[in-house]
Every structure is written in structure tokens, then in C-alpha cells.
């Protein structure tokens, strides 16, 4: 498995998985992930952006002929209250459902996060659903610790 940064021309064969990542998220808790129509067309001009960033790390992976996974990131400025100035922010990873438990995510997770310490950046973020275990273990094993716990309530209008 060839794990390397995504380059404009992989965006989109990455889009198929984005709508998968996205779908999945709505159906874990359509409150907090209510996606406006084809989710992953308002990724694609994002993603093509981050292909050519110095602060982000948008990598996938493949096989021998197709990529099956893939991991953004993003350098995000804090608000000015706090000691920290940036953080990085990893936004999604999806690991095609064949290509599971291999060890491809946390790879990507590592690599990403080699990525930002050569950056500079002392402090990467992520969310996970409240359903996914997985995801938390993954991230926990990579060093990754629970710091807040977001809550949710819908208004009746």
C-alpha cells in the first residue's frame, strides 16, 4: 500500500469517498451532520486548494490500482484568548470498507502528524462521532487524548 500526498488529479477519485464519509456521518447523527445535497462537489474546489498548501496535509492512499483511502488536514488559526496560536485540524479519514484493519489510518495518522511537527505546529485537533469507537481507538493509540465532549440540542422551531 502506497501512502504519498494527493496532487490535483487524485481529487476526483477522492470525492466518491468523501460522499461515503459524509452519508455515514448523516446517518450516525443528521442533526449535527445535516449535509446539504452532493457534500462531497462542495469539496472539490477545497481539496484541489489543499493539494498545493504548505499548511495543510491532504495524503491518500492506493493500491496497485486505485486509491482507497485518504486523510485531510489543516493549520487553523485559535482565537486570540488563548497561549496557543495555530493548531493543525484533521478533518476527515476514510479507509475504503476492504482495506480496513491493515493499519492504513493510523499510518496516514502518523505520517500526518510527522507532518506538522516538521511544520512547527505544537498541537493537532480532531472530532469523532459519538458512535464511533473505532475511530477513538485509532486516535488513541496514536497518542490522540479525549479533551472536550460536545453536546447538542435541538431547538423546535
Known amino acids: 500500500m502506497l501512502i504519498r500526498p494527493a496532487t490535483p ?23 449535527k451532520y445535516g449535509f446539504l445535497p452532493h457534500p462531497e462537489q462542495r469539496y472539490q474546489n477545497w481539496l484541489g486548494r489543499l493539494t ?27 482565537i486570540p484568548i488563548y497561549r496557543l496560536k495555530e493548531f493543525a485540524f484533521i478533518h476527515d479519514v476514510w479507509v475504503e470498507p476492504d482495506y480496513r484493519q491493515r493499519g492504513v489510518a493510523r499510518e496516514m495518522v502518523i505520517l500526518a502528524v510527522e507532518s506538522f ?41
Not at 19 to 26: D, F, T, V
Not at 52 to 78: G, H, K, P
Not at 128 to 137: C, K, L
Open 9 to 31: 488529479a487524485d481529487v476526483p477519485n477522492v470525492l466518491p469517498m468523501v460522499a461515503k464519509i459524509c452519508a455515514l456521518h448523516e446517518v450516525w447523527d443528521s442533526a
Open 52 to 78: 498545493n498548501s504548505d499548511s495543510s496535509v491532504f495524503l491518500v492512499a492506493e493500491d496497485e490500482e486505485n486509491l482507497v483511502a485518504f486523510l485531510v488536514a489543516t493549520v487553523e488559526r485559535e
Open 117 to 157: 511537527q516538521k511544520m512547527g505546529i505544537k498541537q493537532i485537533r480532531l472530532d469523532t462521532a459519538a458512535i464511533n469507537e473505532a475511530a477513538r481507538r485509532l486516535f488513541a493509540s496514536c497518542g490522540f487524548r479525549i479533551s472536550t465532549i460536545e453536546m447538542l440540542m435541538e431547538l423546535s422551531q
